[in-house]
């Protein structure tokens, strides 16, 4: 009786879990099948490793799941990502690298994940803050057994924070993003306002400043650069790449911990590797020239070898 009892709230908090998301994707996303095609504008700031404070521009062109571009520009540094057929997205990074925080726009302004991403609902809380009229669905990573959560507006059912864990060296933290002032935009109601932060330090502030359909749309936005890297998407049963070589010594007179980004071609080999947090120099050039020396069996999609983008945090330690 008691597991038979267990295994229905497991369900009951699964089913409300999806239902709240499901709630919140109807109420916010403009990236849905049936959505217009629109252009978004985002200004953002934040405070870079020198403790100044640098803002930037976040710019998504939408016209479907399969047509979009996405550019994002800070100082010297801009990161662009194109897709313009099913299962192909191409990159493209010039200038200096764009810090984390940065990177995780695309996250931050999408608000709610695919709905063909699994979510694993572990239950549902009220907010940390105890504000009324908010409920929060925490999910479990089965894998990592990470935590993460969605908070919900109880009446408009919209996303109002997000939390996500995200590794500060040896230890892991909570990335807390909030969203405000949520305006029209068609069916939708979207936010303008969004701010993220860490043990309540703010790491990065964004605004809004343009929202609207867009129809026509100029076909040469979604025309890859010559230099851009091609990576693939799967939609069928996917494997992840299985090191075979990733040795590199960590041993080092001082300690830090660089991420670095790399892609994995169809032969294994580590392509395009490049620093996205830095530890200095000196650690970066050893992280780099450790991975690229990486070799892997490549990820496969239905069997097909394909080329993907992973991540990986290299740690050096005092010996």
Not at 22 to 51: C, M, Q, T, Y
Not at 76 to 83: C, D, F, P, S, T
Not at 111 to 123: H, L, V
Request: aromatic fraction near 8%; hydrophobic fraction near 40%.
């Amino acid at each position: 009786m008691i597991l038979a009892a267990t295994l229905v709230v497991a369900q009951s908090v699964q089913s409300r879990g999806e239902a709240m998301l499901s709630r919140a994707r109807a109420a916010s996303d403009i990236r849905h099948k049936d959505a217009p095609a629109f252009r978004l504008k985002v200004e953002f700031s934040f405070i870079g490793d020198d403790l100044e404070q640098k803002k930037g521009t976040f710019t998504e062109w939408w016209v479907s799941s399969d047509q979009w571009r996405r550019e994002t520009e800070s100082g010297g540094a801009r990161h662009l990502e194109i897709e313009s057929g099913p299962y192909k997205i191409w990159l493209q990074d010039t200038g200096d690298e764009l810090p984390e925080q940065v990177k995780r726009l695309p996250s931050l302004v999408a608000i709610t994940p695919p709905p063909s991403s699994k979510q694993q609902f572990d239950s549902i809380v009220p907010p940390v803050t105890n504000e009324p009229g908010i409920e929060c669905a925490v999910t479990i990573d089965p894998i990592r057994k990470e935590k993460s959560a969605f908070c919900f507006h109880t009446t408009s059912g919209v996303v109002i924070q997000k939390i996500e864990p995200i590794s500060l060296g040896r230890r892991v933290a909570a990335y807390r993003c909030d969203y405000g002032v949520f305006r029209e935009f068609g069916q939708q109601t979207y936010p303008r306002e969004m701010a993220c932060r860490i043990e309540g330090h703010q790491k990065i502030e964004a605004k809004v400043v343009d929202l609207s359909a867009q129809a026509p749309m100029d076909p040469g936005l979604f025309t890859p650069p010559a230099d851009a890297v091609e990576v693939d998407i799967c939609a069928g049963k996917f494997k992840m790449a299985d090191p075979k070589s990733t040795l590199l010594n960590v041993n080092s007179l001082t300690e830090g911990s660089v991420a670095v980004e790399f892609i994995i071609d169809v032969k294994g080999n580590t392509q395009n590797v490049r620093v996205v947090h830095t530890a200095g120099k000196n650690l970066d050039d050893r992280a780099v020239k450790g991975v690229r020396s990486w070799r892997f069996s490549p990820a496969t999609c239905d069997g097909r070898a394909i080329q993907v983008k992973s991540y990986v945090e290299v740690n050096f330690v005092l010996p």
